[in-house]
C-alpha cells in the first residue's frame, strides 16, 4: 500500500495557524453548502494550501475541503448544491464556478499532474 503525499514545504511549522486546526475539523467535512463556503475561505491563505490540495488529489479524497477546493467521491466540485433540482441560474453558476476551479488547479500546476483528476459535472 503507497501512501501518496505531497512534499511538505520544511520551511513552515506544522503548528502554525493553520485554519484546519485552529477551528472546528467538522467544519471542513459539513453537509452545510454555507459551512463548506467558509471553510473553503478560512484556506485561501494557509501556507499549506497546495501541498493539501495536491495530497487530495492525488489520493482521490472522498469528501470534504481540502486545500481550498471541495472534493465529494474523489472529483473537485465548484461548490456543494443543496437538496433538490437545481435552479437554472444555479446551473449557470455552477458552470462558471467549474471553470473557475480548473483555472486554479491549472495555476497550482496539478491539472496535469495526475491525469485522474476529474471536475464533477
Same mark, same amino acid.
Given at each position: 500500500?503507497?501512501?501518496a503525499?505531497a &512534499?511538505? +514545504?520544511? /520551511?513552515? +511549522?506544522?503548528?502554525a495557524?493553520? &485554519?484546519? $486546526? *485552529?477551528f472546528? &475539523? +467538522?467544519?471542513?467535512? /459539513?453537509?452545510? &453548502?454555507?459551512? @463548506?463556503e467558509?471553510? *473553503?475561505?478560512?484556506?485561501? +491563505?494557509c501556507? @499549506?494550501?497546495?501541498e493539501?490540495l495536491? !495530497?487530495?488529489?492525488e489520493?482521490? =479524497?472522498p469528501? %470534504?475541503?481540502?486545500g %481550498?477546493?471541495?472534493? =465529494?467521491?474523489? #472529483?473537485?466540485?465548484?461548490? *456543494?448544491r443543496p437538496? !433538490?433540482?437545481?435552479? *437554472?441560474?444555479d446551473l449557470a453558476?455552477? #458552470?462558471q464556478?467549474?471553470?473557475e476551479?480548473? #483555472?486554479?488547479?491549472?495555476?497550482?500546476g496539478?491539472?496535469?499532474s495526475r491525469?485522474?483528476? $476529474?471536475?464533477?459535472?
Open positions: 500500500m503507497s501512501l503525499l &512534499p511538505l +514545504d520544511v /520551511s513552515v +511549522d506544522v503548528e495557524n493553520l &485554519p484546519c $486546526r *485552529k472546528d &475539523p +467538522d467544519l471542513w467535512f /459539513s453537509d452545510s &453548502p454555507a459551512e @463548506l467558509l471553510a *473553503k475561505s478560512l484556506c485561501g +491563505d501556507p @499549506l494550501r497546495v493539501c495536491a !495530497g487530495a488529489v489520493r482521490a =479524497e469528501w %470534504g475541503v481540502w %481550498g477546493e471541495i472534493f =465529494e467521491r474523489g #472529483a473537485v466540485v465548484p461548490r *456543494k437538496r !433538490g433540482r437545481p435552479r *437554472k441560474e453558476r455552477d #458552470a464556478l467549474r471553470v476551479a480548473e #483555472a486554479r488547479l491549472a495555476a497550482s496539478l491539472s496535469e491525469s485522474a483528476v $476529474r471536475l464533477a459535472a
